[in-house]
């Protein structure tokens, strides 16, 4: 121990000796407030208790503006511009540090010190404040930088330029040491001129490595088709920036590149479509109006994910095949009426629905099996106009309409007034023929393709369909 050390143990024990009761209403007085002489950053603190302090810190933060000039040009930046943090919590426990015990206390009658603000440095905040100072001077350094193009379908660089800059070390110290001492005492700096930290070389050469990777050829074969990857969704497996987030040597993306080779077999899988059997009132299948159709997913694009990943990091082309699971479509029951099951539609029970039949010339409408209106005699499309033969639905009505058309001559026709006009399919439609004299025949003289009927039965049959309505024409 050395002599200055001894005497002021001895003097603090003398001390002690001598206030005896006094001193220890001092240390206790001091257990939870800072020790006369206590200062932080310079300021007195003394006797004020930690929450007093924290509350001092803030205020002088929140007061705080520093004094920076930059080529002569005056900027006024607040500790937080300066990306500096001041934790005035654990700056108050540290000047009350000096209280934890009763010997410290006594101890912090000689030696309180003045204790520096806690404080934490964003260098990001930092640098683009600096970059911003810049901004108003002149443009800074600008890196070279890569990009995608996708009219060329090739990555290129972008090249990098010199420009105004600061002396960021010089910067730094400022920051902190205006965060420590809560001072915003002035200081003066001048532009640099900088050089990119992103050389336009290094970013010619990322882009080559790129387009290098670009190039290798893959192919996913479906069994009846080949699917090539876009120039687009290539860029996407090219990772051009290293761990610490500079651009960097090329890099394959191996996520980017299972995410579109798992996205490609997912398209390329085909759902299932149900098929209808028709059952009857005891629950036979009677008919299968729609078979469906099986389904079928990928059941290797896990697989072919993995070796097109291994091929890309070999360089070396690759050729992969989906594979697939069949999967067997289910089938909807529909129940028809009693009845329905030889007729030329099946209809559930109580289903409107009209008959065409070409081979005697009528036309009848249906409520389930249930003929409800017809036979009724009409004229179909004439040889070489013949109309149209399947299952069809209503779609389209009007009261009255002029109907134009073609010949078979190739000369037009025009027909006005014609009445009860219910379309069914294209221009084919059922509808009121008051030229006609006679119906239930076909042959030459026939119709362009429509059903032909007597006026008051085209009004029947208008009024009794509803959009949707199922038409079936057959011979």
């Known amino acids: ?12 024990a003398a001390v002690v000796v001598v206030l005896g009761g006094s001193t220890v209403a001092y ?65 108050a ?12 206390r006594i101890k912090g009658l000689f030696d309180s010190g003045d204790t520096p603000a806690v404080i934490s440095l964003d260098e990001g905040v930092l640098d683009a404040y600096a970059h911003e100072l810049i901004k108003d001077l002149g443009e800074p350094a600008k890196n070279a930088s890569v990009k995608f193009d996708e009219a060329a379908e090739a990555f290129v660089a972008e090249p990098a330029s010199v420009g105004h800059g600061l002396d960021m070390d010089a910067l730094r110290e400022y920051a902190n040491q205006a965060g420590k001492n809560l001072s915003g005492e002035a200081a003066a700096f001048e532009s640099l001129e900088t050089e990119p930290e992103i050389t336009t070389e290094h970013a010619e050469q990322v882009a080559a490595s790129a387009n290098q990777m670009m190039g290798i050829p893959v192919v996913i074969s479906t069994g009846n088709r080949e699917i090539t990857p876009t120039a687009a969704d290539r860029a996407k497996w090219v990772n051009l920036l290293g761990d610490d987030g500079e651009l960097s040597d090329s890099a394959l993306d191996e996520a980017k590149i299972k995410e579109w080779l798992l996205a490609t077999a997912e398209s390329t899988n085909d759902d ?6 028709n059952i009857n009132s005891r629950g036979d299948v009677v008919s299968t109006p729609e078979e469906g159709v099986p389904g079928f997913y990928v059941n290797n694009a896990e697989d072919v994910s993995t070796g097109l990943i291994a091929a890309l990091k070999k360089g070396e082309a690759f050729e992969g ?13 529909r129940l028809i009426a009693d009845g329905a099951e030889d007729l030329p539609y099946q209809a559930a029970p109580g289903e409107k629905w009209i ?18 209106r017809g036979p009724v005699p009409m004229v179909p499309g004439e040889p070489g106009t013949e109309t149209v033969t399947g299952v069809f639905k209503v779609y389209l009505q009007y009261e009255v309409q002029t109907m134009r058309g073609l010949n078979q001559d190739g000369t037009t026709y025009e027909t006005p007034n014609v009445p009860w006009v219910t379309y069914f399919h294209g221009s084919y439609a059922l ?39 199922t038409v079936v024409s057959h011979y």
Request: with cysteine.
């Open 1 to 12: 121990m050395s002599r200055a050390t001894k005497w002021i143990v001895g003097l603090i």
């Open 27 to 91: 240390a206790s007085y001091y257990s939870e407030r800072a020790v006369p002489g206590s200062k932080v950053a310079g300021e007195s603190v003394s006797n004020m208790t930690h929450d007093q302090i924290v509350q001092r810190i803030e205020e002088r933060v929140s007061d705080l503006t520093a004094n920076i000039t930059v080529d002569g040009k005056s900027f006024e930046p607040n500790l937080a511009d300066l990306g500096v943090s001041v934790d005035a919590d654990a700056t």
């Open 93 to 104: 426990t540290a000047v009350m540090s000096q209280s934890a015990d009763a010997w410290s």
């Open 272 to 277: 299932p479509i149900p098929g209808i059997h």
């Open 321 to 333: 095949l989906f594979q697939y699971d069949q999967v067997e479509q289910e089938f909807e029951e």
């Open 355 to 372: 008959d065409i039949n070409l081979s005697n010339a009528t036309t009848s409408a249906y409520e389930g099996a249930t003929i409800v």
């Open 431 to 469: 509808h009121g023929a008051p030229w006609r004299s006679s119906f239930g025949w076909n042959g030459p003289g026939g119709s362009h393709g429509c059903v032909n009927m007597p006026v008051g039965e085209a009004k029947w049959f208008y009024d009794f369909v509803e959009m949707g309505t």
